[in-house]
């Protein structure tokens, strides 16, 4: 499953969660559930994107990305120096001998490109690692929110046509994570053995 469908059905999850922890002690408490819950709506999307801790995670990842590339450029001008001397060798080698260069240069380019793979590989997944906190914490927050405000069902505005301003709690929520989770950690834990 792709980090990001992972994360979709996580928030999915976390949502049905969330109103299923706020509308459970509503419905314990009263005899007859309440037939008309009050509803409340966040923009998560925006609130991911906005938080401080996003902003964090995303310039992390990009200064990480920007060092990197200049690393990989420097070692691709390398290369192709290296290809210009294998071309110029080219009337001077033997057949064998330059055969046997031809293929030790072409493991040198399939080795760079597999660290470039596994490289922005790891890159997405530390991407992933640090909007994936900020997303249980917001989503955390939210659930805290609708129960402090009475709310029975929270929806989800990206899943929404028209939403009234009353019903929105966003800036709220956005506050209250930047206030909780001003910053996480881009590294995944070392996998256990």
């Known amino acids: 499953?792709?980090?990001?469908?992972?994360?979709?059905?996580?928030?999915?999850?976390?949502?049905?969660?969330?109103?299923?922890?706020?509308?459970?002690?509503?419905?314990?408490?009263?005899?007859?559930?309440?037939?008309?819950?009050?509803?409340?709506?966040?923009?998560?999307?925006?609130?991911?994107?906005?938080?401080?801790?996003?902003?964090?995670?995303?310039?992390?990842?990009?200064a990480q990305q920007t060092a990197y590339r200049e690393q990989i450029s420097a070692?691709?001008?390398?290369?192709?120096?290296?290809?210009?001397?294998?071309?110029?060798?080219?009337?001077?080698?033997?057949?064998?001998?330059?055969?046997?260069?031809?293929?030790?240069?072409?493991?040198?380019?399939?080795?760079?490109q597999r660290e470039v793979a596994e490289r922005n590989r790891q890159l997405e997944e530390s991407l992933a690692y640090g909007m994936q906190q900020i997303q249980v914490a917001a989503l955390k927050i939210i659930a805290r929110l609708a129960d402090e405000m009475s709310l029975g069902l929270v929806?989800?505005?990206?899943?929404?046509l028209l939403v009234t301003k009353g019903l929105e709690f966003s800036d709220r929520a956005l506050e209250a994570l930047n206030a909780e989770l001003p910053s996480v950690s881009t590294t995944p834990p070392a996998p256990q053995e």
């Open 155 to 160: 929806l989800d505005k990206s899943q929404l």
């Open 1 to 62: 499953m792709s980090p990001k469908r992972f994360c979709m059905c996580l928030t999915a999850l976390a949502l049905m969660m969330a109103v299923f922890l706020t509308a459970a002690p509503a419905a314990a408490q009263d005899e007859e559930p309440d037939r008309n819950p009050r509803l409340g709506v966040v923009d998560l999307q925006r609130i991911m994107r906005d938080s401080t801790a996003a902003e964090k995670v995303r310039g992390e990842i990009e």
């Open 75 to 112: 070692r691709e001008n390398e290369l192709r120096e290296q290809q210009a001397e294998l071309e110029r060798q080219r009337t001077i080698l033997s057949a064998e001998a330059f055969a046997a260069r031809e293929v030790e240069f072409s493991q040198k380019v399939e080795a760079l």
